[in-house]
């Protein structure tokens, strides 16, 4: 798989549950961080998690990094239905400025 | 709270035809960013600006493609000949990245809209 590959590709659950989406990547990096998207629309940022972090907080977001595994999650807490976007994960790899996007998760709230 | 800022928000134009897309980035960051996503595809790194200059490219980031900083507020990507397949949403980001950190986040903008017909 890709650097940054997000799974599932599609999520729905409903409204008040929590939703969990994971990200794997492949080289060392500096940082992770997580984008929302809704359709169409830009990219917002979440939350970022330095390599040297293993667990983030802020607000109903909980993102959790573990280096050896190459491996991220984020977990949103008491849904809403504007939580409905697609989530992606960003790699910044080590020595690189760019950040390498996965495919993202689509979630949907359902109300 | 400042944003990047993209103009415009959409952009159609004949095969061939040269493209200009701006961005205004966030007025304290110093690190300049392009990116682009085809529909229902991932994000896709196209270059980094700083000091006047590219820091990092990509192969898709080829001759048709010049970034250039005009003034001391835009942050603009030509396309020379655009081709089909260079539609799609075009993002400028910009970062503050401080140097001895790793807490660079990168702040995009609303996107450009491209659609070579």
């Known amino acids: 798989s890709q650097q940054g590959e997000e799974d599932p590709q599609a999520l729905s659950i409903q409204e008040g549950e929590n939703a969990t989406m994971n990200c794997s990547y492949k080289t060392s990096i500096n940082n992770l961080q997580w984008y929302r998207q809704n359709s169409g629309r830009g990219l917002v940022h979440l939350i970022l998690?330095?390599?040297?972090?293993r667990e983030k907080h802020s607000g109903r977001l909980r993102v959790t990094l573990d280096t050896s595994k190459k491996s991220s999650s984020l977990l949103i807490t008491a849904s809403r239905a504007a939580d409905t976007a697609s989530y992606f994960c960003?790699?910044?790899?080590?020595?690189?400025?760019?950040?390498?996007f996965g495919q993202g998760t689509r979630l949907t709230i359902n109300p | 709270e400042p944003e990047v800022t993209q103009t415009p928000s959409h952009q159609v134009t004949q095969m061939g035809q040269e493209v200009i897309l701006r961005c205004v980035p966030i007025s304290n960051h110093l690190y300049f960013y392009w990116y682009r996503q085809i529909l229902g595809q991932k994000v896709e790194f196209l270059v980094s600006f700083y000091n006047n200059e590219i820091s990092e490219k990509s192969e898709i980031f080829d001759d048709q493609f010049s970034v250039e900083r005009p003034d001391g507020s835009n942050f603009t990507l030509k396309i020379r000949s655009t081709k089909l397949e260079d539609s799609a949403m075009y993002f400028c980001a910009s970062a503050r990245w401080t140097s001895g950190t790793s807490t660079d986040t990168q702040y995009f903008g609303p996107g450009t809209r491209l659609t070579v017909l």
């Open positions: 960003a790699t910044r790899p080590q020595g690189a400025q760019k950040l390498v």
């Open positions: 998690i330095r390599s040297n972090e």
